[in-house]
């Protein structure tokens, strides 16, 4: 997940990106606000998080488990909450600027600690092993929506890799496509990932499915439109250099 990104190719002074979290501690060490809010003139805006409830509901909401939209939902959010309660912090009670979340803070060794924990395949895989010896089939349900969750970030993320094999390896994958850097296939990425997020929300809104799963296509559809009039706000506000 990333809420609001800076462009990054407007950002080459400030922060070179692809660096790993070591350099953007010490880069954060040295904090120069002005460089930074010129850099954050220009956002992309990513919210990747409805099309893994979106994806979730679609490829697990189904067959034994038609009713499970609880857990298949709660899984599908509930890596990203870091990252909310991040940004949320960040934005609300620090006040740092767009461009100082995601080029410093998001990058400081105990956040990224914290994101790569709740993205951990092995853990995620455990859980569910033990959820499902224990029959606990709506735990197996929940596990197994977060760890499609990780899954599925895994391909697409490059320079904010999370280390998903923790606590195995510290290995981040780098994968040479990203959901939102346009360095890394981003806008097509983009466009595929709201081409997801409407149809597979619509499909749900308007299927046959049980009524929690249509309340939930309709929610994710309003969640969407009123982030893309928020985004828009958000770019139209940021200062200009
Ligand atoms: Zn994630």
Redesign the pocket.
């Known amino acids: 997940?990333r809420l609001i990104s800076p462009s990054r190719s407007e950002s080459g002074s400030v922060w070179k990106g692809g660096s790993g979290v070591q350099r953007n501690v010490s880069a954060s060490r040295q904090l120069n606000r002005d460089p930074l809010e010129k850099a954050a003139r220009r956002v992309d805006v990513r919210v990747?998080?409805p099309a893994?409830v979106v994806f979730n509901a679609l490829v697990l909401g189904r067959g034994p488990w038609r009713r499970a939209w609880l857990p298949i939902t709660a899984g599908a959010l509930t890596?990203?909450l870091p990252?909310f309660a991040f940004y949320v912090y960040q934005r609300g009670v620090l006040g740092a600027p767009e461009a100082v979340i995601w080029t410093h803070a998001y990058f400081e060794p105990e956040w990224q600690l914290l994101?790569n924990w709740?993205?951990s395949l092995p853990l995620l895989a455990l859980a569910a092993l033990l959820a499902w010896r224990a029959g606990a089939v709506g735990w197996l349900a929940f596990f197994s929506s977060m760890l499609l969750?990780?899954l599925t970030?895994l391909p697409v993320h490059h320079d904010d890799a999370?280390a998903h094999f923790l606590p195995v390896s510290s290995w981040r994958f780098e994968s040479p496509i990203s959901y939102w850097d346009p360095r890394h296939h981003g806008y097509i990425l983009g466009v595929l990932e709201t081409l997801l997020i409407l149809a597979g929300a619509t499909a749900l809104a308007a299927g046959s499915r049980t009524k929690p799963w249509r309340i939930l296509g309709v929610v994710t559809l309003v969640f969407s439109a009123l982030f893309a009039v928020y985004a828009a706000i958000t770019w139209r506000s940021t200062p200009a250099a």
Do not use: A, E, I, K
């Open positions: 997940m990747n998080t893994h890596p990203d990252m994101f709740f993205h969750h990780s970030d999370h």
